[in-house]
Nanobody, 124 residues
Framework: QVQLAESGGGLVQAGGSLRLSCAAS????????MGWFRQSPGTEREFVAGINRAGDRTFYRDSVKGRFTVSRDNANNTLYFQMNSLQPEDTAVYYC?????????????????WGLGTQVTVSS
């Protein structure tokens, strides 16, 4: 199994940027499809972005396309999430998640391994 730990969250003004990292340990990182999810108070956790095992295919929810970029470094067992042009509606706890297999999917139940999350707060 794989253990995941997010970092890089914080408070930023609208229009600003943050880069999240997700460090993986315990198993071969390159075997896992990875995803970023987020959850704000009173809402369900939602898929934000995903990346395949090789890192050459990425997927995003519509509201973040063109602003957020997911990438991975398999040699260093790390997943990244560059978030630009942040808006107050992006405020949430951001989680990285991992699943065995080849398909990048959007369902929460499809991901077996989760980090504890990192808070991102965007002020207006």
């Amino acid at each position: 199994q794989v253990q995941l730990a997010e970092s890089g969250g914080g408070l930023v003004q609208a229009g600003g940027s943050l880069r999240l990292s997700c460090a993986a340990s315990g198993s071969a990182f390159s075997n896992y499809v990875m995803g970023w999810f987020r959850q704000s108070p009173g809402t369900e956790r939602e898929f934000v972005a995903g990346i395949n095992r090789a890192g050459d295919r990425t997927f995003y929810r519509d509201s973040v396309k063109g602003r957020f970029t997911v990438s991975r470094d398999n040699a260093n067992n790390t997943l990244y999430f560059q978030m630009n042009s942040l808006q107050p509606e992006d405020t949430a706890v951001y989680y990285c998640a991992a699943r065995l297999g080849t398909a990048v999917v959007r369902g929460i139940g499809d991901y077996k391994y989760w980090g504890l999350g990192t808070q991102v707060t965007v002020s207006s």
